[in-house]
């Protein structure tokens, strides 16, 4: 059942009951579709068995569109059994609402910013950093589903000691020499060798038709070097 028809029951049971009700799914089906424990919290409100009072909301339950069966358990637990007609009902609004069933529901709805991957730009992109660029990618999809205002955003390292030894790794290949030590290794460093303009543009541009071909979007691109 959808989250909305069931707050419609739960808001016809609450009429009946002078009370807030909750649903639940029973744990065992042979206890019904849904069940209700709020004959036994309105026993000491009431000052009734909670029986009683759970026998009398069985009775009004079965006037409610969609309830076709309704019976009192254990203490005064209220199970109900749901008309195959209402679940059609439900289903049909799924499907009415498309691709965009269950989106807008954010109560209210914010500017956020998703900062994914944001790996150092010393090398192509690796596995465990597209992983979690898929992590980032989905959280921020379900966000804008839910009707969030939504901004990827990439954080790029591209200043201090760990790029000054990647310009200098691809400028030791420039002359034949070893890297430095920490320095990079790799085909990707005489790749960019090869080129004598800075590498950090290129190494960026690499890694965002990387995360393209993965079908990770981004929408902002920020870099170290700028921000301080």
Known sequence: ?????????????????GAEVSLD????????DYATNVALRLAGVRKQAPRAIAEELREQALGLPGVQRAEVAGPGF??????????????AGI???????????????????????SANPT????????????????????LAFAGHEVEREYYYNDAGTQMERFRASVEAARRGDDPPE????GAY??????DPADPVP????????????FRIHLDSWALQSELE
């Open 123 to 142: 090398g192509p992109i690796v596995v465990s950093a597209a992983r979690n660029g898929a992590y980032g990618d989905c959280v921020a999809r379900l």
């Open 202 to 213: 290129e190494m960026l541009r690499r890694i965002e038709r990387s995360l393209e071909r």
């Open 78 to 91: 209220l199970n109900l059994w749901l008309r195959p007609a209402w679940y059609g009902e439900v289903l």
């Open 1 to 17: 059942m959808s989250a909305d028809a069931l707050r419609l029951l739960e808001a016809a049971l609450g009429e009946v009951a």
């Open 95 to 117: 499907l009415e609402a498309g691709e965009g069933y269950g989106g807008g529901s954010a109560a209210t709805p914010e500017r956020v910013q998703v900062e994914l991957v």
């Open 182 to 185: 920490g320095g990079y290794l």
């Open 189 to 194: 460093i005489t790749e960019l060798a090869a």
């Open 25 to 32: 799914r029973p744990a065992d089906p042979s206890h019904g």
